[in-house]
């Protein structure tokens, strides 16, 4: 039996270490060097080539090397039979919601603006956005959307979210699936953690950009493809938002004739916003591939009806 590592620019060794540190007799293959593909029975896949996974007969479950599961879903070689998990670990969860207030911090600072003033040697006040108009709405309630939240209600912030079902949540205002409206009029600053799936696909429109509370602000951290770029641009240049924060794009690596970089309003960061860390990962994955290997129901499992 042996557990394959997938994850072509990606430097694996710190993973396939912390496993081998963890269990010395686990066998460990690196994607594209396979010994045995029969003996493949688990996989752990990031951005991995297109159909790929359909490759190993005896494959009974595969993990995410991150939170999303996009990646998984969108390979059409996938037997329904296998099952995926991802992984949600205790420092992925501090890190996305650091990220997320100090991109809000920044914002209400406006930090980037002195940024470019510093470059051009340019003295100039502009006046801290009130915590008043500065109503933070989540879109997306479930592990990253819930620490982000919780941060932000330590810092004072008053939050919204948003999601499926509604919550039972100290601190903050649940709003529901078919509640939409009345979450965005009453949000200013737009945090998106949600999961790319058909439903949430393109979900971050100019329709919706025009519903927030002004001043309007969006901060996405959850996938490129929930943003209709064009959109974006048009909202930001018609005084719709008055900028974003974006780590993730429907092109990664940003290509670099793309119309974001010369926007001042639009700070980027290159998908950084969480990253997993070998450590934590190496236990849920052994943890996960001894229980596909027994036949239980996997920890962080995913639901591949709902897509997340
Ligand atoms: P979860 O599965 O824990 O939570 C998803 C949330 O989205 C749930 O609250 C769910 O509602 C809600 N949701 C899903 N579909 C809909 C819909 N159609 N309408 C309304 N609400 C919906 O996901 P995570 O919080 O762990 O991760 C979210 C995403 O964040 C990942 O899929 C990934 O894309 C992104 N991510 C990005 C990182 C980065 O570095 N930029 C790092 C980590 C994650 P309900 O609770 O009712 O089910
Ligand atoms: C993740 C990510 O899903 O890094 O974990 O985007």
Request: hydrophobic share 40%; glycine share 6%; aromatic share 8%.
């Amino acid at each position: 039996m042996s557990l394959l590592l997938i994850a072509p620019n990606r430097d694996l060794k710190p993973l396939s270490e912390s496993l081998e540190n963890i269990d010395p007799n686990l066998e460990v293959d690196i994607w594209p060097k396979v010994k045995n593909k029969d003996r493949v029975t688990f996989a752990v896949a990031w951005n991995h080539p297109k159909n790929v996974l359909g490759n190993y007969p005896n494959l009974k479950a595969v993990s995410s090397l991150g939170a999303g599961v996009n990646h998984l879903l969108n390979d059409e070689s996938l037997p329904e039979n296998v099952k995926l998990a991802r992984l949600i670990t205790p420092s992925l969860k501090n890190e996305m919601a650091e990220y997320v207030l100090q991109a809000v911090l920044a914002y209400r600072h406006h930090t980037t603006r002195y940024t470019d003033q510093k470059r051009e040697a340019f003295w100039d006040k502009h006046k801290l956005i009130p915590k008043e108009e500065s109503v933070v709405g989540i879109l997306g309630f479930g592990e990253m959307g819930s620490s982000v939240a919780d941060l932000l209600i330590l810092n004072g912030y008053k939050v919204n979210t948003w999601s499926r079902s509604k919550k039972d949540y100290e601190g903050i205002s649940s709003y529901s699936k078919d509640e939409l409206n009345e979450f965005l009029n009453n949000t200013n600053i737009l945090i998106c953690t949600l999961p790319l799936t058909v439903e949430t696909q393109g979900i971050l429109d100019l329709e919706l950009f025009k519903k927030l509370k002004k001043p309007a602000y969006l901060i996405n951290a959850g996938r490129g493809q929930h943003l209709i770029e064009e959109d974006l641009i048009y909202a930001i240049d018609t005084g719709v938002l008055a900028g974003a924060w974006l780590d993730v794009f429907e092109e990664e690596p940003l290509p670099s004739n793309h119309l974001f970089w010369n926007r001042p309003k639009i700070m980027i960061t290159p998908h950084i916003a969480a990253v997993t860390d070998s450590n934590e990962a190496a236990e849920q994955i052994i943890e996960n591939y001894k229980r596909s290997l027994s036949g239980m129901e996997m920890v962080n499992s995913v639901d591949r009806k709902k897509g997340y």
